[in-house]
């Protein structure tokens, strides 16, 4: 897939990297996105080892990787984060952002250099300056991953929400962005969040939390980003999500 621009106001940018074109059953399909500002990127969520190759493919076609200055991961994830040396190689001058929860799993991957890694405070950051403008690393956790974190963008009101908000349709019917009636979607969302998400107190705060923002669009790691209404009834339907530890009886399927 192309990559495709969701926001653009001449001089910053915000790009839905292409996905996946051919459906591996076997395989969670994944998006990456890449924020630009004049001639510099932030890319949030680039993904594993597997998706590398398309991924670079993608971000080429917008900017040089050497002006890529920071890479966001939301968590631990090998879907987010096992390209990290891959990225770190390729993308010379960037700087890592990812919970401080995470960092000494890092080597693990083959990362040894902390001196790029920027280590987030569970309380989360905001207006956090990078090229001529700002980001707030905002505090995620236990949705899924104890140390998770999302992305807002005041320059276009993107909130990027990791692993929140997905939907996972079946291949035929995947769309880049929805904004349709919330109902239709929430078959595809309500698998995942119930049994991923830890807890429906972490759903709240959550909620409470993202709504100090004016949200244009939730920008997912999976599946369609959410727009318009869509972003508002998302958010309704998730501050009263039971999941988790709330129906952990029927996980040993009592
Ligand atoms: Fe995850
Ligand atoms: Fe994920």
Redesign the pocket.
């Known amino acids: 897939m192309n990559n495709i621009c969701l926001y653009d106001d001449g001089k910053h940018k915000y790009y839905l990297l292409g996905w996946e074109e051919t459906e591996d059953p076997n395989m969670v399909p994944t998006n990456q996105y890449l924020i630009v500002h004049e001639n510099k990127g932030f890319l949030l969520d680039p993904g594993g080892a597997h998706v590398f190759p398309r991924v670079l493919a993608n971000v080429s076609e917008i900017i040089a990787p050497e002006n890529i200055e920071g890479i966001f991961y939301?968590?631990q994830?090998p879907?987010?984060s096992s390209g990290i040396t891959m990225w770190l190689t390729i993308a010379s001058r960037a700087k890592i952002y990812i919970s401080e929860l995470w960092i000494r799993f890092l080597p693990h991957f083959g990362v040894f250099d902390k001196n790029r890694i920027v280590g987030l405070k569970d309380r989360g950051e905001k207006g956090v300056r990078f090229s001529g403008y700002t980001l707030d690393f905002v505090p995620a956790h236990f949705l899924?991953?104890p140390g998770?974190f999302n992305v807002y963008d005041p320059i276009s009101k993107i909130l990027f929400s990791?692993?929140i908000g997905v939907s996972l349709l079946p291949f035929s019917q995947r769309v880049q962005i929805y904004e349709g009636d919330f109902k239709n979607l929430v078959s595809a969302m309500e698998g995942f969040h119930k049994r991923?998400m830890t807890s429906n107190a972490a759903c709240k705060i959550w909620v409470d939390r993202v709504s100090e923002y004016e949200i244009y669009m939730i920008a997912p790691?999976h599946g369609a980003v959410l727009k318009g209404n869509v972003v508002k009834e998302f958010l309704k339907w998730f501050k009263t999500l039971k999941c988790g530890s709330d129906i952990i009886e029927q996980f040993y399927g009592r």
Do not use: C, E, I, L
Request: hydrophobic share 15%.
């Open positions: 939301s968590h994830d879907d987010v899924h991953a998770h990791g692993d991923y790691q």
